[in-house]
């Protein structure tokens, strides 16, 4: 399971980071060189991949899907804060600069690596890592709320909560960022913004559409994969 995830993950993350950022490549036989190939990584493309794989992976198994996506996606966006101690440490995400150069606030930082001339920016990978683990300490609230109650038919409303909530942020949390990589199609908000809404307008679908009437079009994705999402559509909250 470790190993789909990683791997499905590494190549997710690429996978789109090419897409919206590296335009320069415009061949099958680009992107298969360049998928294989150290670069930048989107966290979106690694997360969505990982859940998706994971979650069939998962289903076939006969393995709780929905306790697994609770305990997973906890447990990945506290990996995320952390990730994002990262990002900003190498500074290749940062934010905009603040608007106060001569007097910026206390908590405004700077990055050499830029060669900016030491522009103060807001430190929005920072802000990103408190906001993960504060709702990374909800979610294990909810875990602790509603497994030790017996009441399984709440299962997945961890993780949904936690995603939505996540996704959420991730869109405040962009309109801070000075490295911009890319638009959603044809309108004027980030990849991530964009992909963000997506998953909060799926996932407001699916908490309060009952599980019986779930209706998926034919041929829209693999049998697998449509039998993981009926039997584990989520009921109202």
């Known amino acids: 399971m470790g190993v789909i995830c990683y791997l499905s993950g590494w190549f997710g993350a690429r996978a789109l980071s090419i897409v919206v950022e590296q335009f320069e490549v415009t061949t099958a036989a680009q992107f298969v060189i360049e998928l294989f190939s150290i670069g930048p990584m989107t966290f979106y493309g690694g997360a969505c991949a990982a859940v998706v794989l994971g979650s069939v992976y998962i289903h076939r198994q006969g393995v709780d899907l929905k306790l697994a996506l609770d305990c997973g996606i906890l447990g990945g966006v506290f990996a995320l804060g952390m990730g994002r101690i990262g990002c900003f440490l190498n500074g290749d995400d940062y934010g905009m600069p603040v608007l106060?150069?001569?007097?910026?606030?206390?908590?405004?930082?700077?990055?050499?690596?830029?060669?900016?001339?030491?522009?103060?920016?807001?430190?929005?990978?920072?802000?990103?890592?408190?906001?993960?683990?504060?709702?990374?300490?909800l979610g294990f609230f909810l875990l602790r709320h509603y497994y030790p109650q017996g009441n399984k038919g709440r299962g997945g409303r961890t993780a949904a909560w936690i995603a939505l909530l996540s996704a959420a942020h991730r869109i405040f949390n962009e309109s801070f960022r000075g490295d911009p990589r890319g638009t959603f199609f044809a309108t004027q908000i980030s990849t991530s913004s964009g992909i963000s809404l997506l998953i909060i307008s799926f996932l407001c679908w699916l908490l309060y559409r009952p599980m019986h009437s779930l209706i998926l079009p034919a041929g829209w994705c693999s049998s697998a994969l449509q039998t993981v999402l009926r039997q584990n559509a989520f009921l109202c909250l």
């Open 100 to 137: 106060n150069q001569s007097e910026p606030p206390w908590w405004a930082v700077r990055f050499d690596v830029l060669r900016d001339g030491g522009l103060y920016r807001y430190p929005v990978r920072l802000e990103e890592t408190v906001a993960s683990w504060l709702i990374a300490g």
